[in-house]
C-alpha cells in the first residue's frame, strides 16, 4: 500500500494521473522513502517523498518537487 500511494503521489504531483507510467517508476520504501528511478518527469534527485502522519489504518505520501540547480 506504501508503494502505491508513493507512486500515486508522484503522478498526482506531475498531474499525469492515471495515465502515469507506474511500472516504471521505482521507489523505495524504507524507513526513509525515496525515488529510486523513472522516466521524465519522475527522475530522481529533483523528487522527495514523505510519508504524512494519518490516523491508524490510512496511508498518505507527499510528493515534492524541488530541482537542483
Not at 25 to 48: F, M, N, Q, R, T
Not at 49 to 59: M, S, T
Amino acid at each position: 500500500l506504501r508503494t502505491w500511494t508513493c507512486k500515486e503521489a508522484m503522478s498526482k504531483a506531475t498531474g499525469d494521473g492515471l495515465a502515469a507510467p507506474f511500472r516504471a517508476i521505482d521507489v523505495v520504501v524504507a524507513e526513509d522513502l525515496a525515488l529510486a528511478g523513472g522516466p521524465a518527469p519522475y527522475a530522481p534527485p529533483d523528487w522527495s517523498l514523505i510519508a504524512l502522519d494519518v490516523p491508524a489504518d490510512y496511508v498518505a505520501t507527499l510528493a515534492r518537487y524541488s530541482p537542483s540547480t
